[in-house]
């Protein structure tokens, strides 16, 4: 069996170790994170959400004392609205 060019497959071999230093000696960026201005302006208001209360407790305790009160009516034909206009 007759090996030739076996210092041509060496040569090669150190090119690619020499690229890989000239890679590595590359100066790294690096990564940066932006933020758009919608995503800003979205963030504002969920936190306002976030702050708000989730119950509007006057019209809750306004309901409330009409029904001790004896005096909450709701119309059956509202309540058929409502239900018709959602679906």
Not at 28 to 33: A, I, L, Q
Not at 60 to 77: A, G
């Amino acid at each position: 069996m007759k090996i030739t060019n076996l210092f041509n497959a060496t040569n090669l071999y150190n090119k690619n170790i020499k690229n890989d230093k000239k890679i590595e000696k590359q100066e790294k960026k690096n990564d940066t994170f932006i933020v758009s201005n919608q995503a800003r302006d979205f963030q504002t208001v969920l936190k306002a959400v976030a702050n708000s209360p989730d119950v509007r407790e006057e019209k809750v305790n306004n309901i409330l004392d009409k029904m001790k009160n004896e005096s909450y009516n709701v119309s059956t034909e509202d309540i058929a609205k409502k239900l018709l206009s959602k679906y």
